[in-house]
């Protein structure tokens, strides 16, 4: 038995006849027993037939007709493409969000500081995919995105919001670290910039890819601290503890994790899967699921 409330709500998509034949039969019996469902269905149908009304009675400009035509009819061209691009990119800049703009850039003054003090690139190495990891599992669900409502109703898909979002943070996390690269090898002569550069870009990479993916299904907490997890542990030296004596199998599966780091083809490679399995992940991740059930 159904309870009354779930009536109700049924009641719009009733009307327009979106409910399956067995709902829809269910409702129209209820409909004969509740007087207060009635009602509410009279008020539903004078709300439509408002809209319908109000439809037919307001005409758009000419103009409009004439732009949207010729909007359609004009060739794709990649000057265009170029400016929808950008349009898009800058209207998903304030609905990222704000507070970790200047958290990371101070994480990483801090991560510079340190490096340049002890006059050691791996501070830079360690802090740079750990800040990059934070930002993009900060980027994408319900609780990150303050116009998650708005965002699913427009006729642009998640998956290129989630692209464009992508985009922007990658490409101020590379910049940052690509700044704090520079000021390292400014301070420390004997490091060559590049040198530095490749010992954190894979694994920044993949890292922030795998905190983004986690992040659509368990929620930005949890696949910060799992990323954080799987990172930290390759600094964990295993052969110096007694529990990899007395548990070998499961210390060898580690010391693979602490391997997998230092692979950077590897490393490339698993952002590249990641990556495709994020923008497959927008319609079945759990943010997704929610929109099916709004």
């Known amino acids: 038995m159904r309870a009354h409330a779930w009536f109700e709500e049924q009641l719009p998509f009733f009307l327009n006849g979106q409910l399956d034949p067995s709902e829809q039969t269910e ?3 209820h409909l004969r027993e509740c007087s207060a469902c009635r009602e509410e269905l009279a008020f539903w149908q004078g709300v439509s037939a408002e809209v319908e009304q109000q439809e037919r009675s307001i005409q758009s400009p000419q103009v409009v007709t004439e732009t949207v035509i010729l909007h359609v009819k004009h060739p794709l061209s990649l ?3 170029l400016k929808d ?4 990119l800058i ?4 609905l990222v969000r704000q507070d970790m703009w200047p958290a990371s ?7 510079v500081a340190v490096a340049v003090v002890t006059e050691r ?7 740079a995919p750990m800040v990059a990891a934070a930002m993009l599992a900060l980027i994408y669900g319900v609780d990150n995105d303050p116009a998650n409502e708005l965002t699913l109703a427009t006729a642009t898909s998640p998956a290129i919001i989630l692209f464009a979002r992508m985009s922007l943070v990658s490409a101020f996390n590379l910049g940052l670290t690509l700044a704090a690269s520079l000021a390292v090898v400014l301070f420390l ?5 590049w040198g530095l550069v490749l010992t954190w870009l894979a694994p920044m990479a993949f890292l922030s890819m795998l905190a983004l993916v986690l992040s659509m299904w368990v929620g930005s907490s949890n696949a910060v601290a799992l990323t954080y997890g799987l990172w930290v542990l390759q600094f964990i030296p295993l052969q110096q503890l ?4 007395t548990l070998p199998a499961w210390m060898q599966k580690v010391s693979w994790i602490q391997d997998l780091w230092q692979n950077n083809l590897v490393l490339l490679i698993g952002t590249l899967c990641l990556f495709i399995l994020a923008l497959l992940g927008t319609r079945f991740s759990s943010f997704s699921l929610t929109r099916r059930a709004v």
């Open 85 to 88: 691009v950008c349009r898009l």
């Open 121 to 127: 690139t791996s501070v830079l190495y360690f802090v």
């Open 189 to 193: 002569p004997q490091v060559t910039f």
């Open 105 to 111: 850039a101070l994480m990483m003054i801090i991560g």
């Open 91 to 94: 209207l998903q800049v304030p």
């Open 27 to 29: 409702v129209s019996a």
């Open 79 to 81: 000057w265009r493409i």
């Open 242 to 245: 007694r529990l990899f004596s």
